[in-house]
């Protein structure tokens, strides 16, 4: 999901404008507006491009723009780097969806018969150690339709719920 294998948004050479005009319509005007911008190369290296000053990060990692809050982003550096995550609570904005991802599997790279594949519309999520005890309301696969909350990648340490906006 964070870093996507697309070299389509992916690019060395961005400049905050670019990925500004990328973004639109990723989070609120008001959070993006102030956001610390990264840039991610093909090869997955990140660079900041703007300091920001709202505690918010956005990115366009492939083909899945997102905005998260500091919270969120160490929750997804965990996950990336395949390590426990913090005992936070964080929040991650996604309202232009995302090209797919495993239901139940955080390192899926494709979708195969048996990972529940799931291309999600424009969404939010709550993400962190400290949003486990209000996973259990909710179902543990996507609703028919995908027009319900859920818990992505249930019964791993990165089980989180996604909120669809639609």
């Avoid at 990692?61 to 395949?82: R, V």
């Avoid at 899926?108 to 005890?133: F, L, Q, R």
Wanted: charged share 15%; hydrophobic share 40%; glycine share 10%.
């Amino acid at each position: 999901m964070l870093i996507a294998s697309s070299g389509i948004a992916q690019t060395d050479d961005a400049s905050p404008e670019d990925l500004m005009q990328r973004l639109n319509g990723v989070a609120p005007a008001a959070v993006l507006e102030n956001a610390t911008l990264l840039n991610v190369s093909a090869e997955g290296e990140m660079t900041t491009l703007r300091q920001g000053s709202n505690g918010w990060t956005c990115m366009y990692p492939g083909t899945d723009p997102m905005c998260a809050d500091e919270a969120a982003m160490s929750f997804l550096q965990a996950w990336m780097n395949k390590e426990d995550p913090p005992q936070t609570l964080g929040f991650v904005y996604m309202l232009l969806g995302d090209e797919g991802a495993s239901n139940i599997d955080p390192y899926a790279e494709g979708e195969t018969g048996d990972n529940e594949w799931i291309a999600a519309g424009p969404h939010v999520m709550i993400v962190g150690s400290e949003a486990k005890p209000m996973l259990d309301a909710y179902p543990q696969k996507v609703p028919s339709g995908a027009n319900e909350p859920w818990v992505m990648w249930p019964g791993t340490p990165y089980a989180h719920l996604m909120i669809p906006m639609e």
